[in-house]
């Protein structure tokens, strides 16, 4: 069948073979083959981030992207974070903070939250820190602009940012 192709994705650390339609996005392939369903599908053209993971260690808006160009690709999503019982320090600030109020962006907020703080930490430039040379800042314009690929409908933002900064100052 030319329209579907075997591929390799190890989630959260465990390797999945699967076939699949070649159409077939990356987020379709967590939520409908894998049942992973943490990863949200808000917008599927990739304007929301409700559908943020990370591909080997970058992230990326899961629903731009086919699942046959990631053979053999590392896929981490909230699953592989923490789970209700020993929630990661992202999901317990952003509960302390109340940085969420449907939920529905959530996922995507703490995926793109927890790869900003690793972007600073390697000194990957933002818009704010277009100059190469500067030390990354955590600011809150740094936050607020590595954060800007994800949307949130109820308008949370304040306590998000709140959430991010306090397990930024927690691991300074
Ligand atoms: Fe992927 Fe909106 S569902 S960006
Ligand atoms: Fe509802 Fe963000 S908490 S969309």
Redesign the pocket.
């Known amino acids: 069948d030319p329209y579907r192709s075997s591929v390799t994705l190890t989630v959260n650390g465990t390797p999945h073979r699967l076939t699949l339609d070649n159409r077939t996005t990356l987020?379709d392939a967590l939520r409908e083959h894998l049942h992973l369903t943490g990863s949200k599908?808000?917008?599927?053209?990739?304007?929301?981030?409700?559908?943020t993971c990370t591909v080997n260690g970058t992230r990326i808006?899961?629903?731009?992207s086919l699942a046959v160009m990631h053979d053999g690709d590392r896929i981490e999503t909230i699953e592989g974070l923490g789970s209700a019982q020993a929630l990661s320090p992202m999901q317990q600030a952003f509960v302390a903070r109340d940085g969420f109020q449907c939920g529905y962006c959530t996922p995507g907020q703490i995926q793109s939250a927890c790869a900003v703080l690793e972007e600073i930490r390697a000194n990957i430039p933002s818009h704010v820190t277009a100059d190469l040379t500067a030390p990354v800042q955590i600011t809150e314009a740094e936050i607020r602009e590595r954060m800007s690929g994800n949307l949130c409908r109820c308008g949370a933002y304040a306590n998000i940012l709140a959430a991010i900064r306090d397990v930024a100052e927690a691991q300074a």
Do not use: S, Y
């Open positions: 987020l599908k808000g917008c599927d053209h990739g304007q929301c981030g409700a559908c808006n899961t629903c731009l």
